[in-house]
Structure formats: C-alpha cells, structure tokens
C-alpha cells in the first residue's frame, strides 16, 4: 500500500468555485505534511505546510486529521491560475509524496 | 543566484551509455535528494545525502550512482542507461530532512 494516497483527478471546475482535495496517510508516525503544487512540466513547490491545529493562507485552507489519517486542501474563489496538479506529502524517514492530483479551473 | 540548479535540461542518450546529472544547491543545506518523476507513479526517491559523503537509498535505487564530495554538489550517474530510465528527474534540498524540500527546475532524459 502507498504510504500516501491521493484521488487523481481530474476536478473539472468553473472559476470561483470551491474545491477540496482530500489524501490519506498510512504511518501513524508522521509528524509533518505539506501540500506542493507542480504545475506542467515544472518542478513541484511548497504551497503550504500542514498544521495540526489547520492552517489558512488566503484562499487555500489546510487541515490534519490524526485520528482518521487524512489531510486536505481547500480552494475557495477558484482561478484559472489555480490550474495545476496539487501533491500531498506525508513523512516517514524523508518526505513521500502522493502521485498528486489534477485540477482544471475553466471560465 | 541562490538556489538548485540541474543540468543538463534536456538530454538524449543511447541504450548502454553512462549518463551524469549534475544538481547544485547555494543554501548550504545539508540533504539533496534526486526523485525521478513518470506518469501513473509520482515522485519516487532514487537516492539521498544528508551531507557530504554520507548517501543512503530511496525506493528506486537500481541502476543509479550518486556520489557527495561537497554540500553543493549532488551528480546522479546511470552507469548503463536504460529505456526504462527514461524520465524526468529531480534534485531537490531541505534543512532538516523533514522540513520543505525546495527542487531544482529538473532534467528530462530520455533514452533510446
């Protein structure tokens, strides 16, 4: 089993939507989790770190459920800029990163 | 400038031939790492430094060489390439190990 888990996608959506992505984790022991972004044919780059109590950065929140082994991402007031395939990162000896997932924001 | 450099970007290489990918950090940062990117996979670590001439493998060891004679330097060499190497690869460093890992713009190879 993949450590971390991720629906590929795609999440077809119009502009000014709300989108969520969930992801799930299989070691109990992570302490850390991101949430990177890699647009096509680029590197990957930190979107924003994953906080037990949740975190929020402008129109993306990040939550950590423990109990349940999921992280998730929220993007309010979808852009079209938001168009990119979002990866989720748990931890164990080094970071594992899940195979991502797809978003398509269309006017 | 600062930053992780990769090179070279794109390259094209036979069945057999030794190829080297070069990666270099300005942070000082103590871990590099190379990933190779395909779809239907993600990323999949190849192999990992936490500092100079100390190495360690990822999930997908087989077929590569790293080496870490400096901090700033992290080349990847495939020894005898392979079609099933070819793919996008990535350098990417971070203090500590478990901290954000900031990647270099990648290398494609492919091999025929």
């Known amino acids: 089993r993949k450590e971390v888990e991720q629906d590929p996608g795609p999440f077809n959506v119009p502009e000014g939507a709300t989108v969520a992505f969930n992801c799930t984790y299989s070691n109990s022991a992570s302490q850390s989790f991101f949430w990177y972004r890699q647009d096509c044919r680029k590197e990957p780059k930190l979107l924003m770190s994953v906080y037990s109590s949740g975190n929020e950065d402008g129109r993306f929140t990040a939550q950590l459920n423990r109990a349940s082994q999921y992280i998730s991402l929220l993007i309010r007031d979808s852009k079209l800029s938001d168009s990119a395939t979002y990866l989720c990162?748990?931890?164990?000896?080094?970071?594992?990163f899940g195979k991502g997932t797809m978003l398509l924001v269309s006017p | 400038d600062a930053g992780i450099t990769q090179s070279p970007r794109y390259k094209i290489t036979e069945t057999g031939r030794q190829v080297t990918l070069m990666c270099h950090q300005t942070w000082s940062h103590s871990y590099m790492f190379w990933y190779r990117q395909d779809l239907g996979h993600g990323l999949r670590l190849i192999y990992y430094?936490?500092?100079?001439?100390?190495?360690d493998k990822g999930e997908v060891p087989d077929g590569y060489v790293v080496s870490r004679s400096k901090t700033e330097n992290f080349p990847l060499t495939l020894e005898s390439a392979t079609r099933s190497q070819t793919s996008v690869y990535f350098c990417?460093?971070?203090?500590?190990?478990?901290?954000?890992?900031?990647f270099g713009p990648g290398t494609r190879l492919t091999v025929l």
């Open positions: 990162v748990g931890t164990h000896s080094t970071l594992t």
């Open positions: 990417a460093s971070s203090e500590p190990v478990l901290n954000e890992q900031f």
């Open positions: 430094s936490a500092a100079a001439d100390i190495t």
